[in-house]
C-alpha cells in the first residue's frame, strides 16, 4: 500500500509525465506549522455566519433576532437544489441579521447571521446511524442537511456530488490530500491526526455514489500522513493511499486526476463524465461525523501561518470565528504584514479586515511580510521567456492570452483557451518580469461574464417586448374579433326582429284575411 | 492595506535581471579564453562594443520616455553588447563595435519597441549588417598567438588605429575551404593542415573573439541548463540540425562535404546554438516550437555553409528563424488539457472507451 506503481498506468501517460513538467516547486514553507499539533480555539463571544459560504444560492435564515439556538441547530436552510444550510456552531442568541464584510474576491459586504455565544456550548441531541443500513439517496440527504460543502476551499455543496452516483455508478473515488498550497498544512494535520476518521469518510462517500475504489492522492513531502492513512486503511482493500509528487498545482482536481488514473476530464464535461468523483480529505472527515453522530459542519481546521505571525499553528476554529482572534491565538503579529491572505499564497484572497469571518471553506490564513508576496516587484515587458508556457499545467499560452487582454482582444484571448485557465497562479509565479497574468485573466473573465449578463439581459428585455407585441396583437385581434361578433349578433337580431316583423304581418294579414272571409 | 490585490501572493525568485546575470556569468569562460587567445585588441573592442549599447540604451530609453535606471540595470544591454563583441573579428576596428551596438540597440530593439518586442536577434541583425557593409573589417581572422600578442599600449594602436596588420589575417576554416572549393579543390586536399578536432575543440583557430573556445562554450550552456534559463530543446535540436545532414552528406561524398564534428567545431556553432539561438524574445515558445526552430537554424546554418555564398551561415540562418518564430508558435500551441488538438473538448464516451480497452 502506499506505492504509486500500484495504479496501472498507459506508457502514453507516462511518456507524457516525462514530456510536460507542468507546474512549480515553490518554497513549500509548511513548518513549523505542520510540526505543531491541532489547537482547539477557544469561543470567541460572537460568530458572524454569512449566508453565502458555498457555490449556488444563498441559505435562507429560519431565526430571528433574539432566538437562543443550541450547537448543531440549522439557523439557516439551503434555498434551492445547489445551496447549503447553515448550523449554529455553538449555542447563543441570535443577534440579528446584518450586512458585513466577508472573504469575498470584490471585499464587499453580504447579509450575515450574528451569533452572540453565551459560552455554554449546549447542543442539540443528534443521533448517529450505520452508514452500511443506509440507502445511498439516504446518505446524500444527510449530508445535504449537515450542510457540508467542499472543505479545499471549493465550496461546492458535497451532497451534490454524492448525488451524481443514483444516475449512474461512479467507480473511483478520489480523495484529495494533496495540499500543494504553500504555508498550508491543515489537511495534513488532519491526516495525521484523523486519519481513521478520513478513511471511514472516504468508505461512506464510496457507498454513496456506488463506487468500486478509493485512491487517496497525498504529496509526497507528507510521509507521516501517507502512513498515518495507509495504517488506517489497512483492512479496506478498496481503499488505496498513493504518494503524488509534490509539485503545485497537484491539489487541483484535474491535475490529480490524471496523476492518479492518466485520464482526462473533458473540458466541457466534469469528473463524473470519465467515472470519477473528487472530494477533499476535510470533507471525509466532515461526511464521517454528519453520519456516525449527526453532526453538522460547525467547525473546522485552519492553518494560521506566514512570516509575520508569532507561533503559526493549526486550530481547529468554529465557523463565523473573527479572523483576529485566530491571529490573538497564535501571540499576535511581529507587525511586519506586509498582506494578509485568506487560504494558501497562490489562490488565496488577499483581506483587509479582520473581523471577517472563518467560513466553511476556509483553510488558511497568513500574514505575511514583504519579502514574501509579490509586492514592490514591478512588472516589465514580457521577455517571451516561455517559463509561463512550460508551467502552465493546462497547456495554455499565457504571455500571448495577456497580450490579446491587454490590446483589448478578449474574444481573440477566448479563442486560445482563456476559459480553461483555472486560476491556478503558476504562470504569475515563474514570470521573470513578475507580470500579474492572473490578474488579467480574472479581468478578462469577469469582463466576459458581465457582457454576458448584459446579452442575457438584453435578451430579456427583447423577449419582453415581443411578448408585449404579441399580447398587443392578440388583444387586438380579440378586440376585432369580439367586436365583429356582436356585429354579427346585431344583424343576426335585427334579421330575427325582421323576420318576426315579417311573420306577424302576415299573421295579421291572415287574421284579417280570415275575419273578412268569416 | 484596502486594496484587494490579486492572487498569487507570492512570486518566484527569477527576475529578468537574475536571468540575464546569470547568461553574463555562463559566458564568461570562452570570454576570458577569447582575451587571452587574442590579447589587448580584444579586450578593447569587447569593452567598446558594450559601453555603445549601454549607451544606446540609455539614449532610446530616454528618448521614448521612460525610467533609464531599471532598463540598464536589467541587464539586457550588456547582454546584447557582450554577445555580438564575441561574434566580432576579434582586432576589428572599435568603430565595427560602435555602429554595431548602436544598430543592434537602436533599430533591432527599441525601434521594434524595446525588450521584448524585437522580431530579430540584435546581435545577429548587426552582424549581419556589418558583414554586408563592412566586409573587409569583418572577415579579418588572425590565428590566435597567446605567446606573441601586442602589449597594451600596442593594441590601442590596433583597435583604435590602424587596424590589424594585414599578414596577421587569414582565411577562417570555412572560408578557406569554400574558396578552394570554387577553385574546384576537393576537401582531402584543402582540408589537411587547416583543421584538427582536439585543436578546433581547445579554441586553437581562426574565429571571432568569443566562438572559437567550442567546450568552454558548452560548458557555458549545460550550466544555463542546469540552472533552468535555457531549455535542451533549441540547443539541442540546433546541433542536430547540423549534424545529421553533414554526417549524412560526409558518409556519401566525404570530398564535398565537411564532417559533422568539423561543422560543431568551427564557426559559431556552439555560441549559437546555446546562446544566440535561444534567446528569449526572437526564439519560439512552445515545446514543439522550440524543437521546430532549433532544428531550423541549424539545417539552415549547414545549407548555407554548404552551398551558399558566405562561408558562415549562422546569423543568416538565425534571422531567417526569428522572422518565422511568431508563425512557428501561432501553429504549435500545446494541446489544452481537456481538449483534443483542434480545440474541441474531448469527448466523455470516447475516453472512457479507451479506458475500458
Ligand atoms: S493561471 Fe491559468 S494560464 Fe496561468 S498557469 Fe494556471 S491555468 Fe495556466
Ligand atoms: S513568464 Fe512572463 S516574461 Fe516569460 S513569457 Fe511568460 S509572460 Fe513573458
Redesign the interface.
Known amino acids: 500500500m502506499g506505492s504509486p506503481d500500484q495504479i496501472p498506468l498507459s506508457a502514453a501517460s507516462r511518456l507524457g509525465r516525462l514530456l510536460r513538467r507542468w507546474g512549480v516547486h515553490p518554497d513549500g514553507r509548511k513548518h513549523p506549522a505542520a510540526g505543531t499539533e491541532i489547537a482547539v480555539l477557544p469561543l470567541p463571544p460572537r460568530l458572524t455566519l454569512p449566508l453565502m459560504q458555498h457555490i449556488g444560492a444563498p441559505a435562507r435564515p429560519i431565526v430571528a433576532a433574539g432566538d437562543r439556538v443550541l450547537r448543531g441547530q440549522m439557523i439557516a436552510e439551503a434555498a434551492g437544489p445547489i445551496s447549503a444550510p447553515i448550523h449554529a456552531p455553538t449555542s447563543g442568541t441570535i443577534a440579528g441579521i446584518a450586512e458585513v464584510p466577508v472573504p469575498h474576491p470584490s471585499g464587499l459586504t453580504g447579509p450575515a447571521i450574528l451569533l452572540d455565544v453565551d459560552g455554554k456550548d449546549e447542543a442539540l441531541e443528534t443521533e448517529g446511524a450505520d452508514p452500511w443500513t443506509l440507502e445511498p439517496a439516504e446518505i446524500a440527504r444527510r449530508v445535504s442537511a449537515a450542510g457540508i460543502v467542499g472543505m479545499g476551499g471549493a465550496t461546492f455543496p458535497s451532497a451534490v456530488k454524492l448525488a451524481l452516483g443514483q444516475k449512474k455508478p461512479i467507480p473511483t473515488l478520489i480523495l484529495n490530500g494533496g495540499e500543494c498550497e504553500p504555508y498550508l498544512s491543515c489537511d495534513d494535520r488532519l491526516m495525521r491526526e484523523r486519519a481513521a476518521e478520513v478513511i471511514d469518510g472516504a468508505r461512506i462517500i464510496l457507498r454513496a455514489i456506488g463506487g468500486e475504489r478509493v485512491l487517496i492522492g497525498v504529496e509526497n513531502n507528507k510521509p507521516e500522513a501517507i502512513d498515518a492513512l495507509a495504517a488506517a486503511a489497512a483492512s479496506h482493500a478498496e481503499v488505496q493511499v498513493v504518494a503524488v509528487p509534490s509539485r503545485y498545482p497537484m491539489g487541483s482536481e484535474k491535475q490529480l486526476i490524471n496523476w492518479l488514473t492518466g485520464q482526462e476530464v473533458p473540458a466541457d464535461g466534469r469528473a463524473a463524465d470519465i467515472g470519477v468523483v473528487v472530494h477533499n480529505v476535510g470533507t471525509a472527515a466532515a461526511i464521517h461525523r454528519a453520519l456516525r453522530f449527526g453532526e453538522p459542519l460547525t467547525r473546522r481546521i485552519v492553518t494560521v501561518s506566514g512570516g509575520a505571525i508569532r507561533t503559526p499553528r493549526n486550530l481547529e476554529v468554529r465557523i463565523g470565528t473573527p479572523l483576529s482572534a485566530l491571529v490573538d491565538f497564535c501571540g499576535g503579529t511581529t507587525g511586519e504584514v506586509a498582506r494578509w491572505v485568506m487560504g494558501g499564497p497562490m489562490m488565496g484572497l488577499s483581506v483587509s479586515n479582520l473581523a471577517v469571518p472563518i467560513i466553511k471553506g476556509s483553510g488558511g490564513l497568513l500574514a505575511l511580510r514583504e519579502e514574501e508576496t509579490a509586492d514592490g516587484a514591478d512588472a516589465g515587458p514580457c521577455i517571451r521567456c516561455a517559463s509561463c508556457v512550460g508551467a502552465c499545467p493546462i497547456g495554455l499560452m499565457p504571455l500571448d492570452m495577456a497580450a490579446l487582454i491587454r490590446s483589448g482582444d478578449l474574444k481573440a484571448s477566448v479563442d486560445i483557451g482563456l476559459k480553461d485557465c483555472i486560476a491556478c497562479g503558476t504562470c504569475s509565479y515563474v514570470c521573470p518580469s513578475h507580470i500579474p497574468l492572473v490578474h488579467y485573466f480574472n479581468y478578462a473573465k469577469g469582463e466576459l461574464a458581465s457582457q454576458d449578463k448584459g446579452k442575457l439581459r438584453q435578451d430579456a428585455i427583447k423577449q419582453l417586448a415581443e411578448e408585449r407585441s404579441a399580447r398587443m396583437e392578440r388583444e387586438a385581434r380579440e378586440k376585432a374579433e369580439a367586436a365583429a361578433a356582436r356585429k354579427a349578433e346585431r344583424e343576426r337580431a335585427k334579421a330575427e326582429a325582421a323576420a318576426k316583423a315579417a311573420a306577424k304581418k302576415a299573421a295579421q294579414e291572415a287574421a284579417k284575411q280570415e275575419e273578412s272571409t268569416t | ?12 525568485a ?3 535581471g ?2 540575464m546575470g546569470l547568461v553574463l556569468i555562463a559566458l564568461v569562460p570562452a570570454t576570458l579564453a577569447g582575451f587571452w587567445r587574442f590579447g589587448w585588441p580584444s579586450v578593447y573592442l569587447w569593452l567598446v562594443t558594450i559601453l555603445a549599447c549601454v549607451a544606446t540604451e540609455v539614449l532610446c530609453v530616454r528618448l521614448r520616455g521612460l525610467s533609464a535606471g ?1 532598463a540598464v540595470f ?1 541587464g ?1 544591454a550588456v547582454l546584447t553588447g557582450w554577445l555580438l563583441a564575441m561574434s566580432l573579428p576579434p582586432w576589428a576596428p572599435w568603430w565595427i563595435g560602435v555602429v554595431g551596438g548602436v544598430f543592434a540597440v537602436a533599430i533591432t530593439k527599441h525601434l521594434f519597441g ?4 524585437n522580431l530579430f536577434n540584435p546581435a545577429m541583425a548587426a552582424r549581419v549588417m556589418l558583414l554586408i557593409s563592412f566586409p573587409v573589417e569583418m572577415t579579418q581572422w588572425l590565428l590566435p598567438t597567446p605567446d606573441a600578442l601586442p602589449g597594451a599600449l600596442d593594441a590601442l594602436a590596433i583597435t583604435f588605429g590602424a587596424g590589424a596588420p594585414d599578414a596577421m589575417s587569414s582565411a577562417s576554416l570555412l572560408g578557406h575551404i569554400k574558396a578552394e572549393a570554387t577553385k574546384g579543390v576537393l576537401l582531402d586536399q584543402s582540408l589537411p593542415g587547416h583543421y584538427s578536432a582536439t585543436a578546433f575543440g581547445m579554441g586553437e583557430r581562426q574565429g571571432s573573439l568569443g566562438e572559437t573556445s567550442a567546450l568552454l562554450l558548452l560548458a557555458g550552456g549545460i550550466f544555463l541548463v542546469i540552472k533552468g534559463v535555457i ?1 535542451l530543446r533549441i540547443p539541442l535540436a540546433f546541433l542536430a540540425g547540423v549534424v545529421v545532414p553533414a554526417a549524412i552528406a560526409s558518409a556519401v561524398a566525404p570530398d564535398h562535404y565537411l564532417g559533422p564534428v568539423a561543422h560543431l567545431l568551427s564557426g559559431g556553432v556552439m555560441l549559437a546554438a546555446f546562446f544566440i539561438a535561444t534567446d ?4 519560439a ?3 514543439l516550437g ?1 524543437w521546430i526552430f532549433g532544428l531550423g537554424c541549424g539545417l539552415l546554418t549547414w545549407i548555407i555553409r554548404t552551398w551558399g555564398a558566405y562561408p558562415e551561415g549562422i546569423a543568416f540562418a538565425i534571422m531567417l528563424m526569428n522572422a518565422t518564430a511568431p508563425l512557428i ?1 501561432q501553429y504549435t ?7 483534443k488538438r483542434d480545440g474541441r ?4 464516451a470516447e ?2 472507451k479507451a ?1 475500458a480497452r
Not at chain 2, 333 to 339: A, E, Q
Not at chain 2, 345 to 348: A, C, E, Q, T
Request: glycine share 10%; hydrophobic share 25%.
Open positions: 492595506m484596502n486594496t484587494v490585490l490579486s492572487s498569487p501572493h507570492a512570486i518566484g527569477r527576475s529578468v537574475n536571468v531599471k536589467d539586457s524595446g525588450l521584448g518586442q531549455g528569449y524574445v526572437t526564439s515558445s512552445t515545446p522550440q508558435d500551441r500545446p494541446r489544452i488539457f481537456g481538449r473538448s474531448l469527448n466523455p475516453t472512457v479506458r
